[in-house]
C-alpha cells in the first residue's frame, strides 16, 4: 500500500460553500409515456427566483426538466434552463440528478402532498455556462445541489465544491 492511499485529510479533503437558494414555478408534466428505459415526462419550468451570496437573478420561461421514472422507482432529472442575473448576465444550467425516498413519501409527493424534504432523496449536479465575466467562476468549479419538490413548483439549495 502506498503512502498516499489513506482518506484525505483535512487539508485536501473537499468543502461546500453555499452559493445560492433557487426557487421556480412548473407547469404539469407532459408524459412521453413507456419507453424501453422506463416512463418519461417533460416538466416545462415557467419561471422563478435566484438568491445568494454572489448571485442574484431570475429563472427565465422556456427551460424544462426531462425527467425518467427507472422501474426501481428511481427519477432521473435532466433539466436545462438559464438564469438572467440582475446586471443582465445570462447563464444556462443544466441539472441532472436523481430523486427517490420510499414508496408512500414518493406517492404522496407524486399526489401534490406537501412532504418534508428530509423524507426522500433528491441531489442533483448543475453544470453551468456563464459568459466570460463576473460569473466567470461558474464554469470552473463542480456544484452540488440539494432539492425539495412541490406539488406546481421546486426549490434547489446550490453548493460549490472547494
Known amino acids: 500500500m502506498m503512502a498516499d492511499d489513506h482518506v484525505p485529510t483535512d487539508a485536501i479533503r473537499p468543502g461546500l460553500e453555499f452559493v445560492y437558494t433557487a426557487s421556480a414555478d412548473l407547469a404539469d408534466p407532459v408524459q412521453m409515456g413507456r419507453t424501453p428505459d422506463g416512463s418519461r415526462r417533460i ?66 409527493l407524486a399526489g401534490g402532498d406537501a412532504v418534508d424534504p428530509a423524507t426522500y432523496y433528491f441531489r442533483t449536479v448543475p453544470e453551468f455556462i456563464a459568459p466570460v465575466g463576473p460569473y466567470d467562476w461558474l464554469n470552473s468549479s463542480i456544484f ?13 439549495w446550490v453548493w460549490r465544491v472547494i
Not at 452540488?144 to 434547489?156: D, E, P, Q, T
Open 43 to 108: 416538466i416545462p419550468i415557467l419561471a422563478g427566483l435566484v438568491e445568494g451570496p454572489r448571485i442574484h437573478g431570475r429563472i427565465l420561461s422556456g427551460g424544462s426538466d426531462w425527467q425518467l421514472l427507472r422501474s426501481d422507482g428511481v427519477t432521473v432529472a435532466d433539466a436545462t434552463y438559464a438564469i438572467e442575473t440582475q446586471d443582465g448576465a445570462v447563464i444556462q444550467i443544466r441539472n441532472r440528478g436523481l430523486r427517490h425516498g420510499p414508496a408512500d413519501v414518493m406517492r404522496r
Open 144 to 156: 452540488v445541489c440539494s432539492g425539495a419538490r412541490y406539488a406546481a413548483s421546486i426549490r434547489l
